[in-house]
């Protein structure tokens, strides 16, 4: 069974950074990649950041171009997020995700990880 648990959620002050880390367990195929996604309070899932293994490729949505950071361990099945510069619409529900084909679905996810960020 596919794990992912998600960590270094926190409250933080605007401005202020933080790294979130993904585990990931269980897997028994390889994968494409992994991404990171968000959900703030009454809105809907986000995609935030991805990376592929081959060749280390990185996509990121606009919100956070230049801010953020992600970066992964694909032996070590681990991914991370830097995250910098962080503003009050930064606050959300932070989950990691497999990616297992090109182009592909996400999925499975982890439970996610409280990111709040005060102004």
């Known amino acids: 069974q596919v794990q992912l648990v998600e960590s270094g959620g926190g409250l933080v002050q605007a401005g202020g950074s933080l790294r979130l880390s993904c585990a990931v367990s269980?897997?028994?195929?390889?994968?494409?990649?992994m991404g990171w996604f968000r959900q703030a309070p009454g809105k809907g899932r986000e995609f935030v950041a991805g990376?592929?293994?081959?060749?280390?490729?990185?996509t990121y949505a606009d919100v956070v171009k230049g801010r953020c950071t992600i970066s992964g361990d694909n032996a070590k099945k681990m991914v991370y997020l830097q995250m910098n510069t962080l503003n009050f619409e930064d606050t959300a529900v932070y989950y990691c995700a497999v990616r297992q084909l090109y182009n592909g679905p996400y999925g499975p996810w982890g439970q996610g990880t409280q990111v709040t960020v005060s102004s």
């Open positions: 990376i592929s293994w081959t060749g280390g490729n990185t």
């Open positions: 269980g897997l028994t195929f390889s994968t494409y990649g």
